[in-house]
């Protein structure tokens, strides 16, 4: 019983969940031992106990947070014994991630207490990821910043350190009593399967994983039709329709897109940024005060170059992410038989097949590469003004660039229908983000840092170019595809 | 006339037509060969089990996927490259249409109907007091039945002269339904509109449609007016001792525990039933829509 209690949260996985966790798991492990045989300072069971806990974070979010989806079921199900298994299909796996490595690394002459609490925070935090509602994931980018500022202004114990102990046995109790709740809430929910913002993220896995590649990206997400349901009615999008028609075939083309590439009315658009640009920035607003008192001081451009990183996070975030949404929300269109491709191949008026060609893709990519400029913009001008060096104004760009860069070949590879299949986009956008982090952490350390991690610099040099490299291959390819075709309105296979 | 003969003299002047067509997906052949044609003014109704390949003809013959094999042409026009004045002589409603679903219906229909030169925006207004639609209501939030008639009226709206129709009536009430199929006949009787839909519903068929298509497992079984089926298939049973003279190309075939054959049968170009149904012993009964296609499917 208790080997197959043991063994739940893997077997209760879909396969490409397996894959990734497999992955991930085994390069923590190879980074722990790595720094076992090449560390040479004396701390290096604890440095070994953090490369571990980064992987037990994701291990708790993809592999245990998803036992309240068998406990749901069991409830719903009415299957008896069901929701204590699946609470002991959680927590005994927990124990053993944390106990093995810790007795391992104590016998290694590690800080067992220390390197414990680590583990637990990181396990906890996963499962509370998993756990908490989509909408709150809005903050996981903020999040990396977040923690190092605070950290580093309120001068929080870190592993090793007096009251490092306490801090974390309470952090880890706050997270466990936060997960309870959202278990207990979604194992209470009239409906526990439906989809929305405040539902938690292992709901998205679910959807997720019956695909891979962007089909299964996009499934996570609701499509267009279930948004809109979801919606209340005061958040209704107040499309402005009245230059749409045959003399404006772009701007009509961005109506049948619907989503964020819908041109709104005035009114429409500042409502919706409210909503998405509103709680980021009154909690940055928070997190600024906090930090302006604590420093004794107003807000000023020493506190914003401070905070510098933060907001190149940030930026690259909304860059990240405006390309996500737009990839999927495109690939969910052409991939649907009975929405607006039909109707559009149909439609007359909108011109020629090289005139929907080019007007198609200027309505897909304006939008998207529109906000990315913005975001650009914004950030290279703050880096000007607070002087951040060469290297961390290259970086802003250049991670700006490649999130365009992949907004423009996957949009060509969707429309052009021949979208990366299986592997391909995941590993795409996994690198991308990789190498958006390493480069904002690199260049935005302190310049003779940055010096010496010159061999490290030319290797991520090497690493964009090559990236760069197939997203142009990815473009050209889908490209090839869109000319090809006879229409651009031909649904791409599922 | 021989169906396939007719399909293919047909096809020149025909609002729409396929030859040869061919698709499949992930290795499944999903139409085999399909020919047909439909007649100026003519009601089609495309019948065949769930899965026999309905909605892929129709998009195919629409343009709407590119066939591995095969031609389709809109008036003349290749169904891949329509022009502009053919799209505006056309209307498709898909399957569970979901098109536009952040737009009211009444935002729908404008939207849409600033691209057609013959768009009816009085029948838009009546239309949708008529069925009851909340037309300031998003699309997304409607019931699959009010979505499905919204879309009616989109496609009724330009005026079409050729009206493509994939399973319309399968979220309408009775009521609904009864009222669709009366502004079809009307179209098809007063404005000379072609009709192609397609359904499983044999008595709808029987109401409004003049000619029949079947398609089962990607090929078109039948393909003739709906009032000849009767006149010209049949179901034939042979006794166990007459099996071995039972006709090779029929429709259908089918053993029964005793040895019996149950076939289903066509007049030849004469005009004459195969001669196992003169046999002594042979029995011929008459079919009705519903029970061809039952026999046929099954």
Redesign the interface.
């Given at each position: 019983m208790n080997a197959a209690i043991l063994q739940a949260p893997w077997r209760a996985s879909p396969r490409w969940t397996r894959w990734y966790m497999g992955l991930i798991l085994t390069a923590a492990t190879v980074a722990a031992v790595a720094i076992g045989f090449f560390a040479h300072r004396a701390s290096w069971p604890l440095l070994a106990g953090s490369a571990l806990a980064f992987g037990e974070f994701f291990a708790g979010m993809f592999l245990l947070a998803p036992g309240v989806l068998l406990a749901v079921d069991g409830r719903q199900l009415r299957i008896p014994v069901l929701q204590r298994a699946a609470v002991a299909g959680m927590a005994l796996p927990a124990l053993v991630m944390i106990g093995v490595p810790t007795a391992a690394l104590g016998v290694a002459g590690g800080p067992v207490v220390d390197i414990a609490c680590v583990l637990a925070m990181a396990v906890s935090s996963g499962l509370l990821m998993g756990l908490m509602p989509r909408v709150l994931c809005a903050f996981i980018g903020l999040l990396p910043m977040m923690i190092r500022t605070i950290g580093m202004q309120l001068h929080l114990p870190e592993p090793g350190e007096p009251g490092f102990v306490a801090l974390a046995l309470g952090s880890v109790v706050g997270t466990l009593v936060l997960s309870a709740l959202c278990w207990w809430r979604q194992l209470r929910d009239p409906e526990p399967y439906r989809q929305g913002w405040w539902q938690p993220m292992v709901l998205q896995f679910r959807r997720a994983n019956r695909a891979s590649g962007w089909a299964g990206l996009a499934a996570g997400l609701p499509d267009?039709?279930q948004q809109?349901?979801r919606q209340p009615d005061w958040l209704?999008?107040m499309?402005d329709?009245r230059p749409?028609?045959?003399r404006r075939p772009r701007y009509?083309l961005r109506?049948?897109l619907?989503?964020m590439f819908?041109p709104m009315t005035v009114a429409g658009r500042a409502r919706q940024l409210a909503v998405a640009v509103l709680p980021g920035t009154l909690v940055m607003a928070m997190l600024l005060l906090q930090a302006a008192r604590h420093r004794g001081g107003g807000i000023s451009w020493a506190l914003v170059t401070d905070w510098a990183g933060m907001f190149a996070w940030l930026g690259s975030f909304i860059g990240l992410l405006v390309t996500l949404l737009a990839v999927m929300q495109l690939h969910q269109h052409w991939q649907?038989?009975?929405?607006?491709?039909?109707?559009l191949?149909?439609?007359?008026?909108?011109g020629t097949?090289r005139q929907v060609r080019r007007e198609l893709l200027a309505a897909s990519l304006l939008p998207g590469l529109g906000i990315q400029s913005g975001v650009l913009i914004l950030l290279l001008a703050l880096a000007l003004r607070i002087h951040l060096g060469w290297m961390a104004e290259a970086a802003v760009l250049l991670t700006q660039v490649a999130s365009m860069g992949v907004l423009v070949a996957f949009t060509l590879s969707v429309v052009g229908g021949r979208p990366l299949r299986g592997w391909g986009a995941g590993v795409c956008c996994t690198v991308c983000i990789v190498l958006v982090s390493l480069s904002l952490s690199l260049s935005l350390m302190d310049r003779t840092a940055a010096a010496s991690h010159a061999p490290w610099v030319a290797a991520l040099a090497g690493a964009w170019a090559l990236f760069l490299l197939v997203l142009g291959w990815i473009g050209r390819r889908g490209w090839h595809g869109l000319v090809q075709?006879?229409?651009p309105?031909?649904?791409n296979?599922g | 006339m021989n169906a396939q003969l007719r399909d293919i003299t047909q096809a020149n002047d025909s609002p729409l037509a396929v030859h040869g067509l061919v698709h499949g997906?992930e290795g499944t052949r999903v139409l085999d060969g399909v020919d047909l044609a439909l007649a100026p003014g003519s009601v089609l109704g495309l019948i065949g089990r769930n899965g026999a390949g309905k909605?892929t003809l129709i998009?195919a013959m629409?343009?709407?996927?590119?066939p591995q094999a095969g031609q389709a042409q809109v008036f003349g026009e290749?169904a891949?490259?329509?022009s502009?004045?053919t799209?505006?002589r056309?209307?498709?409603v898909?399957?569970?249409?979901?098109?536009?679903?952040?737009?009211s219906a009444t935002?729908m229909l404008?939207?849409?109907g600033?691209?057609?030169?013959n768009w009816d925006s009085g029948f838009v207004k009546g239309t949708l007091a008529r069925w009851d639609i909340p037309a300031s209501k998003?699309l997304?939030?409607l019931s699959p039945g009010e979505r499905q008639r919204v879309d009616l009226i989109r496609a009724l709206a330009s005026r079409p002269d050729l009206l493509v129709l994939d399973e319309p009536a399968a979220a309408l009430d009775p009521v609904a339904r009864r009222e669709l199929l009366r502004e079809v006949a009307l179209r098809a009787g007063e404005a000379g509109t072609t009709v192609l839909f397609s359904t499983h519903i044999v008595s709808d068929l029987e109401r409004v449609a003049s000619e029949v298509a079947f398609l089962h497992q990607g090929r078109l079984l039948i393909h003739c007016g709906v009032d000849e089926t009767k006149e010209r298939y049949a179901r034939l049973w042979l006794p166990a001792r007459l099996a071995a003279a039972a006709p090779s190309g029929t429709l259908s075939r089918r053993h029964h525990g005793d040895g019996s054959l149950c076939l289903v049968v066509e007049r030849d170009a004469g005009g004459l039933w195969p001669e196992a149904a003169q046999l002594g012993g042979a029995r011929l009964d008459a079919l009705g829509l519903e029970d061809l296609f039952v026999e046929i499917a099954e």
């Open positions: 267009s039709v809109i349901r209704r999008p499309v329709l749409a028609g045959p009509s109506v049948a619907g989503g819908m649907k038989h009975n929405a607006e491709l039909p109707l191949a149909l439609l007359p008026g909108l097949p075709r006879r229409h309105f031909l649904a296979p | 997906y909605s998009r629409l343009g709407l996927l590119e290749p891949l490259g329509l502009d004045a799209k505006g056309l209307a498709y898909p399957q569970q249409p979901e098109a536009l679903a952040w737009l935002q404008d939207y849409v600033r691209f057609y030169p998003l997304a939030k």
